[in-house]
């Protein structure tokens, strides 16, 4: 079984993006990308104001940030909090992107080949293999290249994975102030 949701990337090396932010954009980029989505991205909350409300650093976007500063961004309506892959698994059958995190070191698996070393990307769908389950990923893009979809192992990169899920708290629609 294949199920995948038909969310529209976006690069984090637009040139919308500022130029010092785009390497290490990847959690904004998600972020805008999944609210989008979900029909809470207002036209005029761009990724580099993002960038600024999640508080991202030169280095990326911890964790803790993510979900205590989207949470307050997204209050009353929606509340984000990390899940596991089973959540994850159920969040996209019941039609919402996932935000997923590769983390090599911050979870202490600096030997562990992922795909990503330390990224942010929205998983978007899967499919259950025999032998592995399939995450499918919107990319965030590179500099020479745009977003695209991808599909990597769960399996071989499991150990380096955080899921986090926007859980609707109001079937009304949230607002972003």
């Not at 089973?86 to 996932?98: Q, S, T, W």
Request: aromatic share 12%.
């Amino acid at each position: 079984m294949r199920i995948q949701l038909p969310l529209v990337g976006q690069s984090q090396y637009a040139p919308s993006i500022l130029e010092k932010y785009r390497n290490s954009a990847c959690g904004p980029t998600t972020v805008f990308v999944i609210l989008r989505y979900l029909s809470l991205q207002e036209e005029h909350k761009s990724i580099n104001e993002l960038y600024q409300l999640l508080g991202c650093t030169p280095i990326g976007l911890f964790s803790y940030r993510l979900t205590r500063n989207l949470r307050n961004l997204l209050s009353p309506s929606y509340d984000v909090r990390k899940c596991s892959v089973d959540d994850a698994l159920n969040e996209i059958n019941e039609g919402r992107p996932v935000i997923l995190k590769f983390d090599r070191y911050f979870s202490l698996h600096f030997f562990t080949k992922g795909d990503f070393d330390y990224h942010y990307v929205p998983m978007i769908g899967f499919e259950k293999k025999k032998d592995d389950l399939i995450l499918i990923i919107h990319d965030n893009g590179s500099p020479y290249q745009d977003s695209q979809i991808r599909e990597i192992s769960y399996h071989k990169n499991r150990a380096i994975l955080r899921f986090f899920k926007l859980i609707p708290l109001k079937h009304e629609g949230a607002s972003m102030t």
